[in-house]
């Protein structure tokens, strides 16, 4: 079914000027889902799922946060944070005037997701988590994203020299997640560090004590055999949340090669959210 694309893009006050963030919109109506990306990797990550779910009939956006894809990147660390992230969700549901939506992300975009649930739980319909970086993960984020953010502070030609090189190949010649993967190489090494260092020294995300109060429904994926995005970090936040809905991926590549069976599910739990009648929901400070 063919679906509706539209780009967008609306101001965010991040605290030292109006920054510029994109998004697109999929499909149209009145049930929301929104759809955040990992870290680095451009909003793009999302398409094939946006239209899948736009393509039943809701209304899907994904957005570029701040520091990623086609959204401003400043060089200042102080503008990034997992809640600044949550803030620029919400500011994207005001610009959009929709009271509510399905929030879901991926890594990076799971953990804002939480974030937005545990600050302004009467926006969040539903949430669709993979791969959230909790207690389980924080040593390999740390080896994996420390030694970037340094090579980015101290050796920019390393960043900048491969955004040289990627950035000339025109993304229509090459397979989807190729094209991905050389859009997340098109990064700036000032705007790389400052991200990376606002992320990576505060709140990576809610406690598990505020976990435990956020009470909308959760499709929940996790997979093993990823040291960054543990196993055991997906399942303790199933438990964590009341209610939730815990689905077993074969692996990381699974929603990315072969995404029928995911995708159906995040369908039909989208779908569940909206079909339930809508109350207000509060989570403990």
Not at 61 to 66: A, I, K, P
Request: proline fraction near 6%; hydrophobic fraction near 45%.
């Amino acid at each position: 079914m063919l679906v509706s694309e539209r780009v967008g893009q609306f101001f965010f006050d991040s605290g030292s000027g109006k920054e510029r963030l994109e998004y697109t919109e999929y499909g149209a109506g009145r049930h929301w889902v929104v759809l955040l990306h990992g870290q680095l990797i451009p909003r793009r990550m999302h398409q094939p799922l946006a239209r899948a779910l736009a393509g039943e009939g809701l209304h899907v956006v994904t957005l570029d946060l701040l520091g990623h894809g086609r959204s401003d990147r400043p060089a200042d660390p102080l503008v990034y944070s997992m809640s600044a992230f949550g803030d620029q969700v919400v500011a994207l549901l005001d610009h959009l005037r929709a009271d509510q939506a399905v929030i879901g992300g991926t890594s990076l975009g799971a953990n804002v997701s939480l974030e937005v649930a545990a600050a302004s739980p009467d926006r969040v319909r539903g949430l669709i988590i993979e791969m959230p970086v909790l207690d389980n993960a924080l040593d390999a984020a740390i080896v994996a994203f420390v030694p970037l953010m340094f090579a980015a502070r101290y050796a920019p030609i390393t960043v900048n020299g491969v955004r040289m090189l990627t950035r000339p190949v025109p993304r229509g010649l090459v397979p989807f997640w190729a094209g991905i993967w050389l859009d997340t190489m098109d990064q700036r090494a000032d705007s790389v560090a400052a991200m990376l260092h606002g992320t990576i020294f505060g709140r990576v995300a809610p406690s598990s004590r505020q976990r435990r109060q956020i009470t909308a429904p959760a499709m929940i994926v996790g997979h093993t055999a990823d040291p960054i995005h543990p196993f055991a970090d997906s399942r303790m936040l199933a438990d964590e949340l009341p209610g939730s809905e815990f689905v077993r991926a074969s692996s990381i590549l699974e929603w990315r090669f072969r995404p029928d069976r995911l995708n159906q599910k995040a369908i039909e739990f989208s779908q569940r959210c909206w079909e339930t009648p809508g109350r207000g929901r509060r989570t403990a400070t």
